[in-house]
């Protein structure tokens, strides 16, 4: 039962690298995301998959892209980090479309940009 | 603007007190979601509802949709129910509180 599975668990970037964050889960589940959670903030979303072939933007996605790989794989790529992307990143997925059915996370990537 | 708050932000409790977290919306939401976040970081979802009430072990949720508030009740606390646990409302989207930090103290 891995569930949804997240590398790497940390990662240290220097400004201007690049770098993608994996995500699979092996639910079947239908639609996955990106979210980061910054101290005192709620959980807020970069971007979402509807569906295998489908990514939308959430409420932060600049800075990012997705890849939406099959509908087990989810991928997030920082084409070039910066310190305002220092964060915890959480992949997730749920069976059905965003608040209709529960979330499952992944255990998270913390990620510092120097 | 935040769409959904929670209260308290802290709260330390005694082994055995019971506890209650409180989570208000502003939004119209189809779900509402009571997320725990483990010290190692880990999240996992609790509880998913839309009206009344549902219960988990120790754990209990309710839900006011007219008064647009939701609860969770922690029963006979333990250590181990020492987290962050966070509310999430659905509508189209999630909207996440900021989570309670709960420590447990034996």
């Known amino acids: 039962n891995a569930g949804v599975t997240q590398t790497p668990k940390f990662q240290v970037l220097k400004t201007g690298q690049s770098m993608t964050l994996q995500c699979a889960q092996d639910?079947?589940?239908?639609?996955m995301y990106w979210y980061r959670q910054d101290p005192g903030m709620g959980l807020r979303l970069i971007y979402y998959?509807?569906?295998?072939?489908?990514?939308d933007k959430g409420e932060v996605p600049n800075g990012y892209n997705v890849s939406r790989l099959n509908k087990r794989e989810f991928s997030l790529r920082l084409e070039s980090a910066a310190p305002s992307q220092t964060s915890v990143y959480f992949c997730?997925?749920?069976?059905?479309?965003?608040?209709?059915?529960?979330?499952?996370f992944g255990n998270g990537t913390r990620l510092t940009v120097t | 603007k935040n769409e959904v708050e929670q209260s308290p932000q802290n709260l330390t409790a005694q082994e055995g007190e019971f506890i209650t977290i409180n989570c208000s919306y502003s939004?119209?939401?189809?779900?509402l979601h009571w997320l725990q976040q483990h010290p190692g970081g880990g999240i996992v979802s609790l509880f998913m509802?839309?009206?009344g009430k549902k219960k988990h072990g120790r754990l209990i949720a309710t839900i006011n949709i007219q008064e647009k508030h939701s609860s969770l009740h922690i029963t006979a606390s333990h250590p181990r129910d020492s987290a962050v646990y966070i509310c999430?409302?659905?509508?189209?989207?999630?909207?996440f509180g900021t989570g309670t930090s709960l420590t447990v103290i034996p």
């Open positions: 939004v119209g939401i189809s779900a």
């Open positions: 999430a409302a659905t509508g189209n989207q999630f909207y």
């Open positions: 997730a997925s749920s069976e059905a479309a965003q608040g209709s059915s529960p979330l499952h």
């Open positions: 998959s509807a569906s295998e072939g489908t990514t």
């Open positions: 509802l839309s009206s």
């Open positions: 639910m079947n589940h239908n639609s």
